[in-house]
């Protein structure tokens, strides 16, 4: 067998299942927990927007200052952004402090 012939065949196959392949980015929202209710629509539009397009998501609660002596208000924001996405979205990890902001992964659902 000529080798030239293989290694076309090669790069053709790879090629091939290069373009088969669906790359998942992860977009990530950031929010405060101070946020007031038409800012928390936007961010929750942006959500499902992205989780119809196929991307997972990062949802991240920064605490600035002295919010960080609160962090239950993040996780109300977090139990209602959750509902909010309910329909598109499955939490994939639940909330959890990093530094001074509260984070959740939010990835789409499967309609097979």
């Known amino acids: ?3 030239g012939k293989f290694c076309f ?3 053709k196959r790879e090629k091939e299942a290069k373009k088969n ?3 998942i980015e992860i977009k990530e929202i950031r929010m405060s927990s101070t946020i007031d209710t038409h800012d ?9 927007k992205f989780l119809q397009g196929g991307d997972k998501l ?16 993040g996780e109300e924001l977090l139990n209602k952004f959750k509902d909010a ?5 499955v939490v994939d990890k639940p909330s959890k402090m990093e530094g001074r902001s509260l984070v959740m992964f939010v990835s789409p659902k499967n309609n097979k």
Not at 59 to 73: D, N
Not at 85 to 89: H, I, L, T
């Open 1 to 3: 067998m000529d080798y």
């Open 9 to 11: 065949e090669k790069s």
């Open 21 to 23: 392949q669906k790359v």
């Open 40 to 48: 928390f629509n936007t961010k929750v539009n942006q959500a499902v």
């Open 58 to 73: 990062k949802v991240s609660v920064r605490f600035r200052k002295r919010t960080v002596a609160h962090p239950q208000f």
């Open 85 to 89: 996405v309910a329909e598109v979205g």
